[in-house]
């Protein structure tokens, strides 16, 4: 085991004293349910309604869904009932954030970025323009709104951070952070979905002195800056753990994982990942079992490795790595003490169930192919790059798809936005293309 020890106490922009900012603009089946109810004490989670799925990777940024209602244990040939499309959202990789009363999506047209408001039967309610998207390589919106308190929160390929009012869509501030906080982009531009907690907007622009920043959610002042990250941004969303009386935001950075307190933006820890991440790629955020964190990234080798928190969540030790689970993109779901994912190399697209225990190798499964996942109801909802989406049994000794089908595809590229469950929904996103399916069980 290798332990990393506290970090010195580097000088960050306190909350008691935010400097004016001059970009501000304010114009297994047998899984428990009430282990997700946990989850939302353990993880920052936003103050969704109940059944929502507000943010990237869900309400509590961990890919399961909350309790709802009963949903289908199997499929038709053909998939389950497609309720309706939005067929205008332009180009991108984005997820659907929904509450119970709407779903809020970004998209590009042209170089601009657009979040779309839509209504629960699909009609547009507003559409409003956070700035210059990403027209590169890979074109189109990266970042999965943010809802909260009202309001919805985004962040550009280009890094600009932008809130609105979630019910007209008027834009009430606005940070260039690149310009802010000396950033740098990255190859294939800015990569993350805000994380909000404690009246807090989370941002990891990446740089010689602002590794991550956190602005006031309501203002957009600056809160604090976590100075010695010296990384650049990895193309991932961070996730919150409550440890002790800390909460701790976990982070993966271009070639570090860091660890920072919530309260004030200390650098708790930093710890830089062997083998270097190939291309800077840390695409996959981070998840939490028991006072556990577990990261990867793709590209082939030991990529895998669980830390363990110490008490008060000032370090964590390695306990052990992997060279299995190498997830490129799709994202992780831990139940009863494993981890499930997509193999980009080490397995070759296999879907892998792990022990967090030892980081062995329970069952495996060639399914749909290397691709996302996300959990509801007792099942595993894996979307593969293909556009096919398999449900899953999570049980080790049953690992196995127990139905599939073929999502239209709207265009060219891979799936690679991760899809969004609630209120008994399936939401599924290709490139201009919204698919919202009915999951509900009526035998139930």
Request: glycine share 12%; with cysteine; aromatic share 10%.
């Amino acid at each position: 085991m290798t332990v990393f020890p506290p970090v010195a106490h580097r000088p960050s922009r306190s909350a008691t004293r935010p400097p004016r900012n001059p970009a501000t603009r304010a114009p297994f089946t047998r899984f428990r349910r009430a282990a997700v109810l946990l989850g939302a004490l353990v993880l920052g989670a936003v103050q969704a309604g109940a059944g929502d799925w507000p943010q990237f990777r869900g309400p509590n940024r961990d890919g399961k869904a909350a309790p709802g209602p009963a949903l289908l244990r199997a499929w038709p040939e053909d998939g389950p009932p497609l309720l309706w499309t939005y067929t205008e959202l332009g180009e991108g990789y984005s997820s659907a954030a929904v509450t119970e009363d709407g779903v809020y999506i970004t998209g590009m047209e042209g170089e601009e970025g657009f979040v779309y408001a839509l209504d629960a039967q699909g009609g547009l309610r507003w559409k409003s323009s956070y700035g210059r998207d990403w027209p590169r390589s890979y074109r189109g919106a990266r970042t999965t709104p943010t809802v909260r308190d009202g309001r919805v929160y985004v962040m550009s390929g280009q890094g600009r951070a932008v809130c609105f009012d979630a019910a007209t869509g008027r834009e009430i501030w606005a940070v260039e952070t690149a310009q802010v906080f000396g950033a740098r982009n990255i190859t294939w531009g800015i990569t993350e979905s805000p994380l909000v907690l404690d009246g807090m907007a989370v941002f990891s622009p990446g740089g010689p002195e602002a590794g991550v920043v956190a602005l006031d959610a309501r203002t957009g002042e600056t809160r604090w800056v976590t100075a010695g990250v010296d990384d650049a941004s990895g193309y991932c969303s961070p996730i919150v753990v409550r440890r002790g009386n800390r909460t701790v935001i976990a982070q993966l950075m271009a070639t570090t994982f860091i660890g920072i307190d919530a309260s004030d933006g200390a650098l708790l820890w930093r710890v830089p990942r062997e083998p270097r991440p190939a291309h800077g790629i840390q695409a996959v955020s981070p998840v939490t079992d028991d006072g556990r964190i577990y990261i990867t990234s793709g590209y082939r080798g030991r990529r895998g490795e669980l830390f363990a928190l110490s008490a008060d969540g000032a370090q964590v030790t390695r306990q052990w790595r992997d060279a299995h689970l190498d997830a490129q993109l799709g994202g992780l779901v831990v139940l009863d003490g494993r981890v499930y994912g997509a193999s980009h190399g080490n397995h070759r697209n296999q879907w892998l169930c792990l022990n967090l225990d030892n980081g062995e190798v329970e069952a495996s499964l060639r399914g749909v192919g290397k691709g996302s996942v996300v959990w509801a109801d007792g099942l595993l909802y894996t979307l593969g790059e293909n556009g096919t989406m398999g449900l899953v049994d999570p049980d080790p000794s049953d690992f196995r798809m127990i139905s599939s089908f073929t999502v239209p595809r709207a265009g060219g590229g891979p799936h690679w936005a991760h899809p969004s469950i609630a209120h008994g929904r399936l939401f599924i996103r290709h490139q201009s293309t919204l698919f919202v399916y009915d999951l509900r069980a009526t035998d139930r």
